[in-house]
């Protein structure tokens, strides 16, 4: 995981140290993008974070912000995006901003900043964390290696161990169990085991999330901005590819149901669990259509093209990744030149 991203951040520097970004940009930025977040909160010390690739600074997105505006980019939100896209006439070049699965700290570090500078964004919520009743699998690995100094695992019948005892195997046992985790074929055998972890590293995984996530209460704060978009995020973030059709539609119904019934608005935009093609793809695209949702984004990398308002349920996304907080990636990726040789020059890619 390290190896591939120091892979990305030496393109990066390559395309920007090279002016090869603003050569491309013609041709490889298109009309806009939606940029995706996670976790804003100050820098944290402790040796072990697994996590920290999901996280950037306060700081770091308020320049964010700032360097946006002086590439000229303008900051809309995702109502506006999907008016421009169907319009047929963008005008200048936009970003939005996303944060995905519904964090206490959007509401803590990102809304002041957001406010401050009258950015519009949304937030997409996984219905069962403001609930108090729902559990993000990797947090629990994540806490389970943490707490462990060894975890003995039976996965598709066979019994495995992982050594926790040093920061080093910690990182490599969190990267291993989250790639064998990903690889089972159904996503309710991957609760079913992460079950089982959290049973016996002894952990609370509805207590963990609860003190991770916004409550109803918050939301409330927050949708009452009308900078604020609220999005929906299914109900309890499965991977959706591995799920049963009916399980998917229902995780996405729900999940927009719940947020309607306690703030009073039905979402209209959505948020792939994941996002990857290994989690969602064209039988999803075509379940958050049939929904009713107006708009629903990916993981995958990449800008918007005017050719996008034909595919409105497999939007892109630009992640501002933690891990690399510098102003001239966000200038590289702004420009659509990154997640072009990535995507090797397809504007589109649905399938």
């Given at each position: ?5 120091s ?6 520097e390559a ?12 041709w490889?930025?298109?009309?806009g993008?939606?940029l995706?977040?996670?976790h804003v909160?100050?820098?944290r010390t402790?040796a072990?974070?697994p ?8 700081g770091f ?12 980019l ?12 169907t319009g047929?006439?963008p005008c200048?070049?936009f ?14 570090w990102?809304y ?5 500078h009258?950015?519009p ?16 699998w990797?947090?629990?690995i994540?806490?389970?290696?943490a707490?462990?100094r060894e ?5 598709c019948?066979e ?15 969190v990267a291993a ?24 590293a002894?952990i609370?995984e509805?207590a963990?999330?609860?003190a991770?996530g916004?409550?109803?209460?918050d ?10 978009t ?5 109900v309890s ?7 049963d059709?009916?399980?998917a ?13 306690m703030?009073?608005?039905r979402?209209t935009?959505?948020s ?9 793809g ?17 993981t995958?990398p990449?800008?918007l093209?005017?050719?996008?308002r ?15 907080q ?5 200038q ?8 072009a040789?990535?995507?090797?020059f397809?504007r589109?890619?649905?399938?």
């Amino acid at each position: 995981m390290q190896v591939g991203r120091s892979v990305i951040r030496t393109g990066l520097e390559a395309l920007y140290f090279s002016g090869a970004h603003h050569v491309l940009r013609p041709w490889c930025g298109g009309v806009g993008a939606i940029l995706t977040l996670h976790h804003v909160r100050p820098a944290r010390t402790e040796a072990f974070q697994p996590s920290r690739a999901l996280e950037v600074t306060p700081g770091f997105l308020e320049a964010a912000l700032l360097a946006l505006r002086r590439m000229g980019l303008e900051t809309i939100s995702l109502d506006e995006m999907h008016a421009r896209l169907t319009g047929g006439d963008p005008c200048s070049r936009f970003v939005c901003i996303t944060f995905d699965d519904g964090y206490r700290d959007n509401l803590e570090w990102a809304y002041p900043i957001l406010k401050r500078h009258r950015v519009p964004f949304a937030i997409y919520v996984t219905s069962e964390v403001p609930d108090r009743r729902g559990c993000l699998w990797w947090r629990t690995i994540e806490q389970a290696v943490a707490a462990r100094r060894e975890i003995e695992l039976e996965i598709c019948g066979e019994k495995r161990r992982f050594a926790c005892r040093t920061t080093a195997e910690k990182h490599m046992a969190v990267a291993a169990l989250h790639r064998l985790f990903r690889a089972l074929p159904h996503d309710s055998q991957l609760r079913a085991t992460v079950a089982d972890l959290a049973v016996r590293a002894g952990i609370d995984e509805c207590a963990a999330t609860a003190a991770l996530g916004l409550s109803w209460a918050d939301l409330r704060e927050l949708a009452s901005d009308s900078l604020v978009t609220i999005g929906a995020h299914t109900v309890s973030h499965p991977i959706l590819c591995k799920t049963d059709a009916d399980v998917a539609r229902r995780e996405m119904t729900e999940g927009a149901k719940r947020i309607n019934d306690m703030l009073g608005r039905r979402p209209t935009h959505f948020s792939y669990p994941h996002g990857d093609p290994g989690a969602a793809g064209p039988r999803e695209f075509a379940l958050a259509r049939e929904a009713g949702f107006r708009t629903a984004v990916t993981t995958r990398p990449g800008v918007l093209f005017a050719e996008h308002r034909e595919h409105l349920w497999a939007l892109p996304r630009i992640s501002l990744n933690g891990e690399m907080q510098r102003l001239r990636y966000l200038q590289v990726l702004a420009s659509g030149t990154g997640t072009a040789l990535f995507n090797r020059f397809r504007r589109v890619n649905v399938t």
